[in-house]
T-cell receptor, first 114, second 112 residues
Framework: ETGVTQTPRHLVMGMTNKKSLKCEQH?????MYWYKQSAKKPLELMFV???????ENNSVPSRFSPECPNSSHLFLHLHTLQPEDSALYLC?????????????FGPGTRLTVL | GQQVMQIPQYQHVQEGEDFTTYCNSS?????IQWYKQRPGGHPVFLIQ?????EVKKQKRLTFQFGEAKKNSSLHITATQTTDVGTYFC????????????FGKGTKLSVIP
């Protein structure tokens, strides 16, 4: 399954670092998503982009900054993170940004904030 | 806030036993999707239900959507070790919401 790729797969960073997560979809989809998956919480939707426009921002702290330069690429820029931000960050894409559209997930980036 | 509730949170079964996970919403859902996440993997789409009372089958998996479209279930007959993983339901929650809200998932362990 290589429809949605994410890099890096693992990332360890200090609280003062700046890093970026990258997602690329090869499915010709128009919508892309960032989710956070922690051990004790359900999948949390962070951002949604449809045709490169952000259509949803679920009260995510400003230390997370998304960027969608085109419909195939999605970035999540990270700065001054907290240890509680350690989690699996999943990217997904779908044909459209509707609840009936199937979402295809990437393998995720396992982020550890020290 | 509004959410999708899933029970049980964990289930351990002997290989060959049946397994069921339930998904409940306080509001009517226009549709519901089910995903499976293997240990160390990412969620993978299984199925979508749209119609009231709908039942769909995939080999040993049976999915149901309640008549009121507020609950759903996934039943696995004669579990196998390959069924191990976390099963999530997801539906659009909130007025006018077109995004999916995921339940916490049911983690299935199968004892050989």
């Amino acid at each position: 399954e290589t429809g949605v790729t994410q890099t890096p797969r693992h990332l360890v960073m200090g609280m003062t670092n700046k890093k970026s997560l990258k997602c690329e979809q090869h499915l010709g989809h128009n919508a892309m998503y960032w989710y956070k998956q922690s051990a004790k919480k359900p999948l949390e939707l962070m951002f949604v982009y449809s045709l490169e426009e952000r259509v949803e921002n679920n009260s995510v702290p400003s230390r997370f900054s998304p960027e969608c330069p085109n419909s195939s690429h999605l970035f999540l820029h990270l700065h001054t993170l907290q240890p509680e931000d350690s989690a699996l960050y999943l990217c997904a894409s779908s044909q459209g940004a509707h609840s009936t559209d199937t979402q295809y997930f990437g393998p995720g980036t396992r982020l550890t904030v020290l | 806030g509004q959410q999708v509730m899933q029970i049980p949170q964990y289930q351990h079964v002997q290989e060959g036993e049946d397994f069921t996970t339930y998904c409940n919403s306080s509001t009517t859902l226009s549709n519901i999707q089910w995903y499976k996440q293997r240990p160390g993997g990412h969620p993978v789409f299984l199925i979508q239900l749209v119609k009231s009372g709908e039942v769909k089958k995939q080999k040993r998996l049976t999915f149901q959507f309640g008549e009121a479209k507020k609950n759903s279930s996934l039943h696995i007959t004669a579990t196998q070790t390959t069924d191990v993983g976390t099963y999530f339901c997801a539906g659009p929650i909130g007025a006018g919401s077109y995004q999916l809200t995921f339940g916490k998932g049911t983690k299935l362990s199968v004892i050989p």
